[in-house]
T-cell receptor
Framework: AQTVTQSQPEMSVQEAETVTLSCTYD???????LFWYKQPPSRQMILVIR??????QNATENRFSVNFQKAAKSFSLKISDSQLGDAAMYFC??????????FGKGTRLSVIA | DTEVTQTPKHLVMGMTNKKSLKCEQH?????MYWYKQKAKKPPELMFV???????INESVPSRFSPECPNSSLLNLHLHALQPEDSALYLC??????????????FGSGTRLTVV
């Protein structure tokens, strides 16, 4: 069974600084997809960024980028120029064909003004 | 329309009540999901509907009963709930179980309190 591990229950970052959230996963599949979701206090889960396992190039979406290390089964999220609105729970998630999303336990990010 | 709409946003119910949660999407997605989320925890998958058929039946108590009247609608019927069932209930949709690239679109959830 696939598992997703987020080892940092809480993180904090100063406004305008950079922070990296860690995620590791375990799977025997060769083709799969990885996601980072953000859940602010408003509750709605918002897709931040996604990565296909076959693509070696790391995904980037504006201030958000990932460091995907397939051999190490690692998928970290880097947030640059952190803003107060980035404060939220961040969930790493895994999915392969025919299966629902598998979530990690989440990392609570605080942004300090 | 790129949204998943959930109603109601908040619900307080007694342990003997019967209520329903509703979820609707008009993105043409063919898979819909119910998740239960406790505070500071990740969402836990309850049910999956793929092409209007229940394709994964989790070991969820029978006091929760899902219904998928058509490809755009998903209901969760609640009956004789317990206080420990109080949680945020999230609905999500996706293109289909066989199309994992697109991830899910989530609704904003129903905050359920059982008294």
């Amino acid at each position: 069974a696939q598992t997703v591990t987020q080892s940092q229950p809480e993180m904090s970052v100063q406004e305008a600084e950079t922070v990296t959230l860690s995620c590791t996963y375990d799977t025997s599949e060769s083709d799969y997809y990885l996601f980072w979701y953000k859940q602010p206090p408003s509750r709605q889960m918002i897709l931040v960024i996604r990565q296909e396992a076959y693509k070696q190039q790391n995904a980037t979406e504006n201030r958000f980028s990932v460091n995907f290390q397939k051999a190490a089964k690692s998928f970290s999220l880097k947030i640059s120029d952190s803003q107060l609105g980035d404060a939220a729970m961040y969930f790493c998630a895994y999915r392969s064909e025919g299966t629902p999303l598998v979530f990690g336990k989440g990392t609570r990010l605080s942004v300090i003004a | 329309d790129t949204e998943v709409t959930q109603t109601p946003k908040h619900l307080v119910m007694g342990m003997t009540n019967k209520k329903s949660l509703k979820c609707e999407q008009h993105m043409g997605h063919r898979a819909m999901y119910w998740y239960k989320q406790k505070a500071k925890k990740p969402p836990e998958l309850m049910f999956v509907y793929s092409y209007e058929k229940l394709s994964i039946n989790e070991s969820v108590p029978s006091r929760f009963s899902p219904e998928c009247p058509n490809s755009s609608l998903l209901n969760l019927h609640l009956h004789a709930l317990q206080p420990e069932d109080s949680a945020l209930y999230l609905c999500a949709s996706s293109q289909g179980l066989q199309v994992p690239w697109y991830g899910y679109t989530f609704g904003s959830g129903t905050r359920l309190t059982v008294v």
